[in-house]
């Protein structure tokens, strides 16, 4: 059973507008959650995070908010650009644990 | 070379051959992972090393043989592999408790691994 679920495979936005990326997860012990952005024939890398004592947290142009009680975090990218094109995936961990456990991602097209 | 390197990036092998893939990390790190991605599937943890220890092992089949010399260095070992093994492979590393602690694990570019 998927314990964190990304049920959006894809999303297509315009240049400039906002992209909205969602996640939900199962697990109310999660208590540390990031975003992940991989290109083609890279690996994954490390967007943004935040813990669950936050609601909120911004780096640039890139925004992840968590919601507790709905078992629900999202990461808005405004505004979004071409070079944001990318599959997105949300992670989680709980207590600091090694382990991530990982959606199957939402694959972004930003159009210019 | 910067951040986590694997080697190959791509390889083919027979279901009779052994292979293995490398990982090396140069961000002074001591927690090394290999995941496994297939088509349609979230990452998947195979095997976690924490300072040099094998600390997880998620139910890998006998035929995945992971190997840890240095917190630096982390291969697989491939041996008479199936055809649904066929994935990516990825190597990721994290800092551990102390200085220089991380949530966050860095990948590696993976091993597309085909098996026929």
């Known amino acids: 059973d998927q314990q964190v679920k990304q049920n959006s495979p894809s999303l297509s936005v315009q240049e400039g507008r906002i992209s909205i990326l969602n996640c939900d997860y199962t697990n109310s012990m999660f208590d540390y959650f990031l975003w992940y952005k991989k290109y083609p024939a890279e690996g994954p890398t490390f967007l943004i995070s935040?813990?669950?004592?936050?609601d909120k947290n911004e780096d640039g142009r890139f925004t992840v908010f968590l919601n507790k009680s709905a078992k629900h975090l999202s990461l808005h990218i405004v505004p979004s650009q071409p070079g944001d094109s990318a599959v997105y995936f949300c992670a989680a961990s709980q207590g600091g644990s090694e382990k991530l456990v990982f959606g199957k991602g939402t694959k972004l097209t930003v159009n210019p | 070379e910067t951040g986590v390197t694997q080697t190959p990036r791509h390889l083919v092998m027979g279901m009779t051959n052994k292979k293995s893939l490398k990982c090396e990390q140069h961000?002074?790190?001591?927690?090394m992972y290999w995941y496994k991605q297939s088509a349609k599937k979230p990452l998947e943890l195979m095997f976690v090393?924490?300072?040099?220890?094998?600390?997880e092992n998620n139910s890998v089949p006998s035929r995945f043989s992971p190997e840890c010399p240095n917190s630096s260095h982390l291969f697989l070992h491939l041996h008479t592999l199936q055809p649904e093994d066929s994935a990516l492979y990825l190597c990721?590393?994290?800092?551990?408790?102390?200085?220089?602690?991380?949530?966050?694990?860095?990948f590696g570019p993976g091993t597309r691994l085909t098996v026929t």
């Open positions: 990721a590393s994290k800092g551990l408790m102390g200085r220089g602690t991380t949530y966050e694990q860095y």
């Open positions: 090393y924490n300072f040099k220890e094998q600390t």
């Open positions: 961000l002074g790190h001591n927690a």
């Open positions: 935040i813990s669950s004592i936050k």
